[in-house]
């Protein structure tokens, strides 16, 4: 069994949102994560994010959801954070960051780009493989275990298993249109709240 949380912690989630640093990767596939982070931080209202953990963090109190019995709002603390230390390397920011805010590995919500979903596809899930996704690999690693939540972006893949030209299509510009791509953004933020709309309860049992 997870531990129970800890109601001084200054957060009870950590999101995640996976992507590669600076503008080169802007509008790729690989930064879908960074994208939803974005538009989390908006909806949210968190602010400017200040610079911790080799990443880019901001935290506070989330509407995810209304009660459905009572209408009343869903509030959630969260922290959300976007590695600056490249997608290979991202465990070196949820790591600190998971430890610092006293998260544990189930309460960690990492939302990425998925090549084996279609385009527009979204999955979420608690644990299971990684698919050969590095950043997945990464954050593994730091957590020391595989069960952390996953919100899986499907970005399509090309044509062909070759490894550069899989890299070559996430880390190029995305090949759907703009309004596509801002619709699975919208798409992607909504499953994140429904997740932790779905979630919360537990941390009251």
Do not use: C
């Amino acid at each position: 069994m997870p531990p129970a949380p800890s109601r001084s912690a200054p957060v009870d989630w950590l999101l995640v949102g996976l992507g590669n640093p600076g503008p080169a990767y802007d509008w790729t596939p690989h930064n879908i994560g960074f994208m939803v982070a974005a538009s989390l931080r908006v909806r949210w209202g968190l602010g400017k994010p200040t610079t911790k953990y080799r990443g880019l963090i901001s935290q506070g109190s989330a509407i995810v959801g209304h009660d459905p019995q009572t209408g009343m709002p869903l509030r959630a603390r969260v922290a959300l954070l976007e590695p600056q230390t490249f997608m290979n390397e991202a465990g070196r920011s949820v790591g600190p960051a998971s430890g610092a805010l006293h998260v544990p590995a189930q309460r960690v919500i990492v939302v990425h780009d998925e090549i084996d979903l279609p385009f527009a596809e979204i999955r979420t899930r608690l644990g299971g493989g990684l698919a050969g996704h590095n950043g997945l690999k990464s954050v593994k690693a730091a957590l020391g275990t595989a069960e952390f939540q996953r919100v899986r972006i499907g970005v399509g893949r090309p044509p062909s298993t070759d490894p550069e030209l899989v890299a070559a299509y996430v880390l190029g510009r995305f090949r759907q249109p703009r309004d596509e791509v801002q619709a699975l953004v919208v798409a992607a933020t909504a499953a994140v709240e429904e997740l932790l709309a779905a979630e919360l309860p537990k941390l009251l049992k």
